[in-house]
């Protein structure tokens, strides 16, 4: 069997250097970005769920960063949100970057035509209601995510969650 030659080809140095000043300014470019992010400080959360209701349970998703900002989705009894099979979205207005406390509400009994408040306090505030709805075809597992903006920061804080007919 004969030996393999490999074609080599000299790069020259400009084009090596070029490439080496293009990675160094992406890593700094990365790095200056992560150094710039708003800071963040989270000490002690803790919280209860009052279920006013037996319709609904109620399960907390916990505390995360809002990726995208957004306006308010079923902040009236007017314009409340329909629970869906597929799982609907409803809000406070939510900023980029802030903390946003997220809850999953699902049905466990249908009432069709029956409409909720659910309202996060952040000890002893509120943080605002949010309303959603049951409507005709709705089924048993049928759920909403609902997210409250909390802001940039988080103190040693209890969040309690009311959930009321409206």
């Known amino acids: 069997m004969e030996p ?3 074609m080599t080809k000299h790069i020259p140095a400009y084009l090596v250097l070029a490439m080496l000043a293009a990675t160094v300014a992406g ?34 998703l916990g505390i995360h ?38 809850l999953n509400v699902t049905v466990a009994t249908v009432s069709a035509g029956q409409e909720y408040s659910v309202e996060l306090f952040q000890g002893g505030t509120s943080k605002g209601k949010i309303y959603i709805g049951q409507v005709t075809g709705t089924q048993v597992g049928d759920y909403a995510i ?4 909390l802001g940039t920061s988080l103190d040693d804080q209890v969040y309690e969650i009311q959930v009321l007919p409206a």
């Open 146 to 149: 609902l997210k409250w903006d």
């Open 65 to 102: 960063i809002t990726t995208v900002d957004a306006s308010a989705a079923g902040d009236t009894l007017a314009n409340n949100v329909t629970i869906t099979t597929a799982g609907a979205s409803a809000n406070t207005a939510l900023t980029k970057g802030n903390f946003e406390y997220k």
């Open 4 to 6: 393999m030659k490999l």
């Open 27 to 60: 890593s700094v470019a990365v790095y200056a970005s992560i150094l710039s992010a708003s800071t963040r400080t989270v000490t002690t959360v803790g919280g209860e769920v009052f279920i006013l209701t037996e319709e609904l349970t109620v399960t907390p």
